[in-house]
């Protein structure tokens, strides 16, 4: 169902495809837009276990777009170094594949909020914690991605490094 990638050489392992998306900060999501047009978007993300969580407000394209056509794909660049006398840039990328879903239950809502609360801002107090959730509640929507693929790439550059240093 998912196209395999085309180098295989550059070609990011599952554990180092997750550590990218530990790493990452900000993602952007791709959706089936108006018109027929793709549209993406930058946004923060936690990812668990096959899972990816992001929040929105309750109206807006991305949302309309989700509730349409529940299939996005989610990209994160985990470097993009230029190097002009190469013409190149050493890139590493992971994105995934998934279907969404907005979440309904008020446990699971929470449970998601939770995990971005504390992937951004961990050294925070419990209480702030809370009644920061307790006062945003209402205003969001959290969407849910069950990862279907995931898959990684970077530079040929990066790869020969890496290889360069394990010898």
């Given at each position: 169902?998912?196209?395999?990638?085309?180098?295989?050489?550059?070609?990011?392992?599952r554990?180092?495809?997750?550590?990218v998306?530990?790493?990452?900060?900000?993602?952007?999501?791709?959706?089936?837009?108006?018109d027929g047009y793709?549209?993406?978007?930058?946004?923060?993300?936690?990812?668990?276990?096959?899972?990816?969580?992001?929040?929105?407000?309750?109206?807006?394209?991305?949302?309309d777009?989700?509730?349409?056509?529940?299939?996005?794909?989610?990209?994160?660049?985990?470097?993009?170094?230029?190097?002009?006398?190469?013409?190149?840039?050493?890139f590493r990328?992971?994105?995934?594949?998934?279907?969404?879903?907005?979440?309904e239950?008020?446990?699971?809502?929470?449970?998601?909020?939770?995990?971005?609360?504390?992937r951004?801002?961990?050294?925070?107090?419990?209480?702030?914690?809370?009644?920061i959730?307790?006062?945003?509640?209402?205003?969001?929507?959290?969407?849910?991605?069950?990862?279907?693929?995931?898959?990684?790439?970077?530079?040929?550059?990066?790869?020969?490094?890496?290889?360069?240093?394990?010898?």
């Open positions: 169902m998912f196209r395999d990638m085309r180098r295989k050489d550059q070609v990011l392992s554990e180092e495809c997750l550590a998306l530990d790493r990452g900060t900000s993602g952007v999501l791709a959706v089936h837009g108006d793709p549209y993406a978007v930058p946004l923060s993300y936690a990812y668990e276990d096959g899972k990816l969580w992001f929040h929105c407000a309750r109206t807006g394209h991305k949302l777009a989700i509730l349409r056509d529940p299939k996005v794909t989610f990209c994160v660049v985990d470097r993009d170094q230029v190097v002009p006398l190469e013409y190149t840039t050493y990328s992971v994105i995934l594949f998934g279907k969404a879903r907005v979440l239950d008020p446990a699971e809502v929470r449970a998601a909020l939770e995990k971005l609360a504390l951004y801002a961990p050294e925070d107090s419990e209480a702030h914690r809370e009644a959730l307790e006062r945003e509640l209402p205003a969001v929507v959290v969407v849910e991605v069950a990862v279907e693929h995931l898959s990684g790439k970077e530079a040929i550059e990066l790869v020969r490094s890496r290889h360069a240093l394990e010898l």
